[in-house]
């Protein structure tokens, strides 16, 4: 009798889903986001999405992604072949781990870049002691240039965002608290990151570095208003390069112009190219959080391939938009200005020649949009960004765009796949118009 009651009540309590089954999602997810090309990913997401199309349990699977072994505490050298645009590349990587680092909780990490000429092999030791502190891994790859300096390419961005890749996957990285910064070539790297990429970031720190103003694909001055919400420290010695001071003041000075509230330009009067690092409170500064689904996105941009930010992403631009052209003046009004002052109507012109999108989420499924030289956009939007029934509303250019979409297991895993970001879990995309 006592065994059949207590069969009975085993029957009839509540059933909790198998303990493998999330588990066992996860183990397929992470199949995925190592394979190497975007393409292999997006093939194996075909191919998950047969098994399931379950959104919440995908949801699931995404929120709780990653599996992390110990890593032993102190500095390691490894060198790691990343997929680097279309190539291998044989990558140095140095990673600092701290003792405190736990696997089972996502830690800080500071993105670092070295000097001209220089390695990763010794960046981590002006961050030991407060890496150790907070608890935050560095990660420093050495550059793969055999050039010495920074060179404003794709390649290099997208060899720094590789080693990045790799890091994420070998530690529990809390994707809300990735600081980027450097040092002279790593400083103009950390630069060309944030104003590319800024919603990868929860700041920035470039050190005698800084971005370009000159006309041509290196420019990423034009950029700026996409690190108006991004905490910035830049330290820089005020006897340096005339240029890159300029470039740097005339950024701080747009910055300002777009109220920015925590950019600050640091300058040391008796330095030139140096700088020291105890002027700025680093604990205070990597304290900072990314947002992680901000409620307003501002995306400012001129290459396909940079045109997301968050939740937001730009799909068509005007003919307006060029990535490389002549800079129209007028001659006569061009020579009375001095250099400074070039500069800074060069980046008005080229203001001109570069799509600029801003769009606010007022909740419950509404949107307002703002910008120029946006012929068309795509929401990313997470499950608590829909309105009633998936309704989402979009007032642009004095029109409102209504529509009503389905949260969609494919949506979210082809998101996921490239950015692995667990706090960030957009389910439906809207196209605007």
């Known amino acids: 009798m006592v065994t059949l009651a207590l069969t009975l009540l085993l029957a009839l309590a509540p059933q909790s889903p198998p303990p493998t089954a999330t588990t066992d999602l996860r183990a397929e997810l992470a199949r995925t986001v190592d394979l190497p090309t975007r393409e292999q990913r997006h093939k194996a997401v075909d191919e998950l999405l ?3 199309r379950d959104v919440a349990q995908w949801t699931a699977a995404c929120a709780s992604f990653g599996t ?8 390691s050298r490894q060198t790691i072949e990343l997929q680097v645009l279309d190539q291998i590349e044989r990558t140095e990587l140095f990673l600092f781990v701290p003792k405190s680092y736990d696997p089972s909780k996502p830690a800080p990490l500071l993105l670092w870049g070295h000097g001209a000429g220089g390695t990763g092999a010794r ?3 002006q961050w030991e002691q407060l890496a150790e502190q907070l608890g935050m891994l560095v990660l420093a790859p050495t550059a793969f240039d055999t050039q010495p300096g920074y060179h404003f390419a794709p390649r290099e961005r997208a060899n720094a965002l590789a080693a990045l890749r790799w890091a994420r996957r070998h530690a529990n990285i809390d994707e809300n608290a990735i600081f980027v910064g ?28 800084g971005p370009r103003a000159e006309m041509g694909v290196k420019n990423n001055l034009r950029f700026v208003e996409n690190v108006v919400g991004l905490p910035i420290r830049d330290l820089q010695g005020s006897r340096d390069d005339a240029k890159l001071l300029m470039n740097l003041r005339l950024a ?11 950019a600050q330009l640091v300058e040391f009067k008796d330095r030139a190219h140096d700088a020291d690092l105890t002027a700025v ?17 501002v995306r400012v941009a001129a290459e396909p391939g940079e045109a997301r930010a968050a939740w937001l992403e730009i799909s068509k631009v005007a003919a307006q938009v060029v990535v490389d052209g002549p800079l129209v003046v007028n001659p006569a009004a061009w020579n009375a200005l001095d250099e400074a002052g070039q500069r800074a109507h060069a980046l008005d012109k080229l203001g001109d020649m570069t799509a600029r999108l801003v769009v606010t989420d007022r909740g419950h499924g509404q949107f307002t949009a703002e910008g120029k030289h946006v012929q068309a956009f795509v929401l990313w939007l997470a499950k608590d960004q829909l309105g009633k029934d998936g309704a989402v509303e979009v007032r642009w250019q004095s029109k409102l765009t209504k529509g009503r979409v389905v949260p969609d297991a494919a949506v979210l895993l082809r998101d996921f796949v490239e950015r692995f970001d667990r706090t960030r879990l957009p389910v439906a995309r809207m196209l605007v118009p």
Request: charged letters at 25%; zero cysteines.
């Open 182 to 209: 450097g040092w002279s070539q790593g400083g103009h790297q950390a630069w060309d990151l944030a104003l590319r990429y800024p919603d990868l970031w929860a700041g920035v720190l470039p050190v005698v570095g």
């Open 50 to 52: 047969t098994k399931s």
């Open 252 to 262: 701080f000075a747009r910055l300002q112009r777009f109220g920015h509230k925590d």
């Open 68 to 75: 992390f072994a110990p890593l032993e505490p102190g500095p």
């Open 281 to 297: 409170d680093w604990v205070a500064f990597f304290a900072k959080r990314r947002a992680a689904k901000p409620g307003r996105v």
């Open 123 to 125: 960046e981590y030791l």
